[in-house]
């Protein structure tokens, strides 16, 4: 079954600093996963989605992620922190269930905090 | 905007009550999500529908049921509330339930109360 693992709940970079935000994932093939961004009181938005072939997936807002299957990861980065980039981070993994449709796990979260 | 309308935003009730929390999916989109985030418990998924018909459960109490309507809106019923079921109540939809690479669109949440 696939499922997702993020590590560190919380992150603090500073402002213009590099963000990186781990997740893993559980062998599947393929993995079809994801990264979500949560900002208070808001639902979950799509930041980006793995594509089969791809090692790079660029998403909004200047993130992206960088699939590595000899290391299960999917991790997620941008080059420079922005204060508006202070919300809570899920990765999710996506895979059939029992009965063919789509089930969907998230990761437990990261909340990143963006220093002036 | 995802497109996901949820009502209503807030909710405030007591120990036992029962109530309806609504959801709206984006526009075309036939699988519908309910999922429960509390501090504790993080995001769990509750149950899933498609064009109607329930496809999934998750980690959904039997004092929790849910139906999805020939319109495609759906309601999630809590019933004999508990102080710990005050959490925030996700919806979410996607285009239809096998393509597994789609992406889930999710409505701001009902903030549920219980006091």
């Known amino acids: 079954a696939q499922s997702v693992t993020q590590l560190g709940s919380h992150v603090s970079v500073s402002e213009g600093a590099l963000v990186l935000l781990r997740c893993n994932y559980s062998?599947?093939?393929?993995?079809?996963l994801f990264w979500y961004v949560q900002y208070p009181n808001q639902g979950l938005q799509l930041l980006l989605k793995?594509?089969?072939?791809?090692?790079l997936v660029k998403g909004i807002n200047g993130f992206e992620a960088e699939f590595k299957k000899s290391e299960t990861s999917f991790h997620l980065t941008k080059p420079s922190a922005h204060m508006s980039d202070a919300a809570e981070y899920f990765c999710?993994?996506?895979?059939?269930?029992?009965?063919?449709?789509?089930?969907?796990?998230f990761g437990t979260g990261t909340k990143l905090q963006v220093i002036p | 905007d995802s497109g996901v309308t949820q009502t209503p935003k807030h909710l405030i009730t007591a120990t036992g009550q029962r109530v309806t929390l609504r959801c709206s999916p984006r526009?075309?989109?036939?699988?519908v999500y309910w999922y429960q985030q509390s501090l504790d418990q993080g995001l769990q998924f509750l149950i899933q529908?498609?064009?109607?018909?329930?496809?999934a459960k998750g980690n959904i109490l039997e004092r929790f049921s849910a139906q999805q309507f020939p319109d495609l809106h759906s309601e999630l019923n809590l019933s004999s509330l508990e102080l710990g079921d005050s959490a925030l109540y996700f919806c979410?939809?996607?285009?239809?339930?096998?393509?597994?690479?789609?992406?889930?669109?999710f409505g701001n949440g009902t903030r549920l109360t219980v006091t």
């Open positions: 979410a939809s996607s285009v239809e339930g096998r393509a597994y690479n789609s992406p889930l669109h």
């Open positions: 062998s599947s093939v393929p993995p079809y």
């Open positions: 793995y594509t089969t072939g791809a090692t």
């Open positions: 999710a993994g996506s895979e059939p269930n029992s009965g063919g449709y789509q089930k969907v796990s």
């Open positions: 526009s075309g989109d036939l699988s």
């Open positions: 529908y498609y064009n109607g018909e329930e496809r």
